[in-house]
């Protein structure tokens, strides 16, 4: 073989390496593209399912609620609805926070103190869903035994701190999350 068929087969062989490796360069920028376009179409895809699992704005709307309290007096309850629970807003009076903070608390089904069931500052307020813990009733407030809440459908008995003092409920009456936004608005939820 002659020198210029080696030259001639090198350089053959340089345009096919070259030609080989443009061929890889727009294989992998097609792969890359091709790939970007997947992503964007799968997040395109995605996306609007994890949205429709946000809660819709009626849904929204009912997670909490404000409440006037201004018109209530020492002694007396609000009832008012939230997330379909009826939830009961008590102005207690000095006697009934006395009784509440003075309960032995070994004396208690489900031992609470008064102060974990209410505000600091604002312990004339208790703020409890009215469902009995037994099997779900709605207990009447300012009734039974200790003044507090009765449940006529079994006879357990609620003190002025709803905490269960007699009858078959396993648990004080729930306290929901609530703040007070201001002397006379309590936000619950």
């Not at 395109?44 to 704005?57: G, H, Q, T």
């Not at 069931?117 to 469902?131: A, C, D, N, Y």
């Not at 009447?140 to 003044?147: R, Y």
């Amino acid at each position: 073989m002659s020198e210029s068929s080696n030259n001639t087969q090198l350089t053959e062989n340089k345009n096919l390496k070259s030609e080989s490796l443009k061929d890889e360069s727009r294989r992998k920028l097609l792969t890359g593209t091709a790939y970007a376009t997947a992503g964007i179409g799968l997040a395109c895809a995605v996306l609007p399912f994890i949205d429709s699992m946000n809660p819709s704005k009626d849904v929204a709307a009912l997670a909490s609620t404000e409440v006037d309290i201004s018109n209530i007096k020492a002694g007396e309850t609000k009832k008012v609805m939230w997330r379909g629970k009826p939830v009961s807003i008590r102005r207690r009076t000095a006697e009934e926070i006395k009784e509440a903070q003075e309960v032995n608390l070994s004396e208690l089904r489900d031992p609470q103190q008064d102060s974990d069931r209410v505000k600091t500052g604002k312990e004339e307020w208790l703020v409890t869903i009215e469902i009995c813990t037994h099997l779900g009733c709605i207990p009447i407030s300012g009734q039974g035994e200790f003044k507090g809440w009765f449940c006529p459908c079994h006879g357990s008995q609620y003190d002025t701190s709803a905490r269960i003092r007699k009858g078959p409920a396993p648990k004080n009456l729930e306290i929901p999350p609530y703040e007070f936004v201001s002397d006379t608005l309590i936000k619950i939820g």
